[in-house]
């Protein structure tokens, strides 16, 4: 999904499938979220609200005909495409993370975003993600333990982590990468510690072959993300941590195309004098449910 390499690029209809198929699976499970039945006053209120905003726009901005019918023919671009996940969770999730942290103890987290994968393999701590032989990239170790608010260890849980190789590309949506390409489970020690070696990922676009990304260039809005590796940290009796780690010095942080990426989230990877290899430690705090 980057700009620059010449694979074939993993597009908007292979993302959205993908995207849309987590959607349906219920997203909202992966995060711990509770569910409950429709109340129609708020139901009433939040509909209300967003169709209002658009036709402030659409009065603030003196909407045309022509741009109206354009605004048609993009929506059904984004439903022939499935880039509905995809749009709402570039555009939209952040904001729904910031109102569910309000109200969150524990570590911080962010969005999940449409990249996640079920049955990965399961690895035992210390582990070494699932990888080509030659995989390209800087051998990088992330370390840490999981704990729960009272600083408890938390024996056995798992570290659900899924990036893209130094490409750009992540495991089942490209080509290039095989199946499962640095994905993987990682069962802590009953330490609640871990030991992950994998690969330093790389900056990408959103697909550009799609609504999304054609009007995010449209707009002039930059499309990449920076460099981020994703976790789901999840314990027994535990809310389910959702969160992204980031890399100091990364061109595109503060300006994240998803808005996802957050100082305290900002990884120093340091030397570990073995070759070219690097280190991050990082603990994770999970709130009891």
Same mark, same amino acid.
């Given at each position: ?38 109340? &129609?006053? /708020? ?25 109206? %019918? ?18 709402? @969770? ?33 690895? !035992? ?18 370390? #840490?333990?999981?704990?729960?608010? !009272? ?13 893209? !190789? ?10 290039? &990468? ?10 802590? @020690?009953?330490? #609640? ?32 993300? &920076? ?9 027994? #009796? ?10 100091? #010095? @990364? ?9 996802? %990426? ?18 991050? %430690? /990082? %603990?994770?705090?999970?709130? &009891?449910?």
């Amino acid at each position: 999904m980057t700009a620059t390499s010449d694979q074939s690029v993993s597009d908007a209809v292979t993302a959205g499938a993908h995207a849309t198929e987590i959607a349906r699976s219920g997203a909202s499970n992966l995060r711990g979220a509770a569910g409950g039945g429709a109340d &129609p006053a /708020r139901v009433s209120a939040v509909v209300s609200a967003a169709l209002e905003g658009i036709r402030a726009a659409i009065r603030d901005h003196e909407v045309t005909y022509e741009e109206f %019918d354009a605004f048609k023919q993009w929506l059904i671009a984004v439903s022939d495409t499935g880039e509905w996940p995809l749009f709402l @969770d570039v555009y939209l999730e952040f904001e729904v993370e910031k109102v569910a942290a309000a109200t969150q103890q524990g570590s911080i987290g962010t969005i999940l975003g449409p990249f996640w994968l079920d049955g990965q393999a399961q690895l !035992d701590s210390p582990a070494t993600l699932p990888m080509r032989d030659d995989e390209p990239g800087t051998p990088m170790i992330l370390a #840490g333990q999981v704990t729960s608010t !009272d600083g408890t260890p938390l024996a056995g849980a798992k570290v659900d982590i899924w990036h893209t !190789d130094s490409d750009g590309w992540y495991s089942g949506f490209a080509a290039k &990468p095989p199946a499962g390409n640095l994905r993987g489970v990682v069962r802590c @020690d009953d330490q #609640g510690r871990f030991e992950i070696h994998t690969r330093k990922p790389a900056p990408y676009t959103i697909p550009l072959d799609g609504p999304t990304g054609q009007m995010t260039q449209a707009a002039g809005w930059s499309p990449w993300r &920076p460099a981020h590796i994703h976790l789901l940290v999840t314990a027994p #009796g535990h809310r389910t941590l959702t969160s992204q780690l980031f890399f100091t #010095g @990364d061109p595109y942080l503060g300006n994240d195309v998803a808005s996802a %990426d957050k100082p305290e989230l900002t990884l120093d990877p340091q030397p570990t004098g073995h070759g070219d290899q690097v280190r991050s %430690d /990082r %603990d994770f705090v999970l709130e &009891p449910e």
